[in-house]
């Protein structure tokens, strides 16, 4: 059997199914210029990106391979191999509406086989009696435990001796060819820092929404490319005996993409609910430079402008501050961390930002919405986290920066005041919401 490999989000050798194909294999990269050719020239992402896979055509020849790395679009990659010489081409599933597109063209020129690796389950895998998707997460969690009470999760790929198809290709890309400058954020995967997490497990239920606390894996980048095996990671959650959080957690990261797959016009379309929000540039520009005068959403802006990053408690409090203090459309904000994210992932970003906003499947209502002064005081109290992203505050006591009343009262050096009332904009929020238009207080 002869074989292409098409490597995507699956950047390792190590529990990797396409390794464990038999027969002459060509292993192929490709730097879609469909997508980048959309990003700005320093977008930090594809340095990160450029790196991994490089890393990887590295650990390839190690084993007798070689990875050949494309600049390009699919279609015209595929238009150019010798498609005729080979039986099939082989990639992990991708499930956001481009990627099922890209493929279909792809599977019109050549015999397309997906191989699930991305997720734990395919998106078919797991669906109620009657066929149909489940739409929350609770029973879906349960169907998912019962699977794997049935039937497991796939013990490691082993790799196998395979023997590399010769291909006369050997272009030397580079970050400048491809018309990028390499950035000046450096992203750290937090590979070494496993053994710990997993040795400290059992605090991650408790601690893990605390923006000082050590409690999280910090491998969603990993992850996301697929440098770490979402297989290994449950595995040794499991193996740990108090892992059950975490497994949630990895589930719930199925099940956005379950839904994207299921619903695709939730990329860009609410599930429930009329009001779309306000555009508005001004409130947008604010928050995009991390001048809102709410200190925990600034702080969580710089950190995101600075590092490629931000905690997940706080990805929830400024997604509700921007949909329902600003009333801005989700979909802005979406696109804002889908441009800088390290880890940005579209099934949870858009669906975490539907969450958010009170539109997307899940059945929580509308009125739900965080008050960010009380969540910094809660989960980042001695304002560490704020000050460290904010000097301009470093000299204000703690209990200062969590109060509304104070902020908006003071003058402070180089820092602006609250934007919104919070009290007031929520109300406007929860009459927007419910009316399905704008309703001032």
Request: with cysteine; net charge neutral; charged share 30%.
């Amino acid at each position: 059997m002869r074989r292409i490999l098409w490597f995507r989000r699956d950047l390792r050798v190590y529990d990797n199914p396409l390794l464990s194909l038999e027969g002459e294999v060509l292993p192929i990269f490709i730097f879609d210029k469909n997508i980048l050719d959309k990003l700005p020239q320093n977008d930090a992402r594809v340095t990160l990106l450029f790196s991994l896979v490089n890393e990887l055509k590295n650990r390839l020849q190690n084993m007798g391979l070689d990875l050949k790395i494309f600049y390009s679009t699919p279609k015209d990659v595929f238009d150019t191999l010798p498609l005729e010489n080979f039986d099939e081409v082989v990639a992990s599933g991708d499930y956001d509406e481009y990627a099922k597109e890209r493929d279909r063209e792809i599977s019109q020129r050549i015999h397309f086989r997906y191989l699930n690796d991305t997720y734990l389950f395919k998106p078919k895998e797991i669906l109620k009696k009657d066929g149909t998707p489940y739409l929350v997460f609770t029973p879906y969690y349960k169907a998912c435990l019962a699977y794997i009470e049935t039937k497991g999760i796939t013990e490691e790929y082993q790799r196998v001796g395979q023997t590399l198809y010769k291909f006369n290709y050997d272009v030397n890309l580079s970050l400048e060819s491809m018309g990028f400058e390499k950035s000046k954020i450096e992203c750290d995967l937090h590979l070494e820092e496993l053994d710990t997490f997993f040795t400290n497990i059992a605090s991650y239920a408790e601690k893990r929404d605390f923006i000082n606390e050590s409690a999280t894996s910090n491998v969603s980048v990993a992850l996301r490319f697929g440098v770490l095996s979402i297989r290994d990671l449950y595995r040794r959650a499991k193996e740990s005996k108090a892992g059950d959080a975490y497994i949630r957690q990895l589930i719930f990261r199925d099940f956005y993409a379950y839904l994207l797959f299921h619903f695709p016009y939730l990329a860009f379309s609410n599930y429930k609910g009329n009001f779309n929000g306000i555009a508005n540039e001004e409130k947008f520009l604010r928050i995009c430079k991390a001048e809102t005068g709410v200190p925990i959403v600034d702080a969580g802006i710089r950190e995101l402008l600075q590092t490629g990053n931000m905690h997940n408690r706080v990805r929830m409090i400024v997604a509700s501050f921007f949909t329902k203090d600003l009333l801005l459309p989700w979909q802005w904000g979406e696109a804002f961390f889908a441009q800088h994210l390290f880890d940005f992932d579209a099934a949870s970003n858009i669906l975490s930002w539907q969450w958010s906003a009170g539109t997307g499947i899940d059945p929580q209502p509308y009125f739900r919405i965080f008050n960010p002064y009380l969540q910094s005081k809660k989960f980042d109290k001695d304002a560490q986290y704020i000050k460290k992203y904010i000097p301009e505050l470093r000299d204000i006591d703690a209990k200062y920066i969590h109060d509304e009343s104070y902020l908006l009262g003071a003058d402070i050096t180089a820092y602006p005041k609250p934007i919104v009332e919070h009290k007031k904009a929520a109300k406007i929020a929860v009459e927007s919401f419910k009316y399905g238009e704008y309703r001032d207080v």
